[in-house]
């Protein structure tokens, strides 16, 4: 019987330990995927791991994935490895999950009740519509922070409306993310000549493609980069500043590509 009890006392502190681990898993996950930079989440999953007390606690997190590992001369070693395929840039998200984190490392939640909140967290995302509106703003705003007049901003707010479309065909069709941008750009750029051409009104061509082509330049891509190069971790900033130098190319190609069409410039 007292071995009975010793074995299921056994079993309950390692499903402790898987859930801790997955915890500390899907913390990171969710800061990878909304745009973290890599020290951070690795800081976050090795704080939330050492709450365990076992003699190793390792992660290893690059932009496109992670390796974690819970280890102890008293247990079996549990690795989790995790791919992540695609990211965006939700800074909200990162805050909480340092707040979840904060809270569960000094004790204030369970571990239950910590990854019962990251899962809430994980699922919570901006409507669509939320997302739409904020990028028909977002190009509105920066073609008149840019200095352009009233009316750039409306072709901008236009353009961004194109924009919205075309990310939206380009998820459905299912191009890549290179493929997506150049095409987006490029339509920027048609919708920008278009709206410049109308009769009657004066609309600054370069205002609403500088404007609207805003939403899609990888800012954050490029903080992260510089961050992760000054912490030392080189590959992780080296892969950042080759993602967002990636991107910025797909823009400069759309858009040429567009105002080549439209005779904006001279092949």
Known sequence: MKIKRVGIAKMEQI??????????????????????????????????????SLKTTEAYVTTTGMIVTLDDPQIDSL????????????LNKITLVNTISRRFCAGEITLKEAFHDLKHLESREYSQKVLDLSTIVVASAFALLLGGTAMDALGAAIDGALLVLVLKLGIKIGFNPFFKDVAASAVIAVGAILLSRIPFTVMNMDMIIIGTIMPLVPGAAITNAIRDTLQGDYVAGGAKALEAFVKAVAIVIGVAFGMIIMGGVKA
């Open 15 to 52: 499903t402790d330990y898987k859930l801790l681990l997955d915890t500390a898993v899907l913390a990171g996950q969710i800061m990878l995927r909304n745009g973290a930079e890599i020290y951070r989440v690795e800081d976050t999953i090795h704080r939330i791991l050492k709450v365990s």
């Open 79 to 90: 690795t989790v490895i995790r791919r992540i395929a695609d990211r965006e840039t939700n």
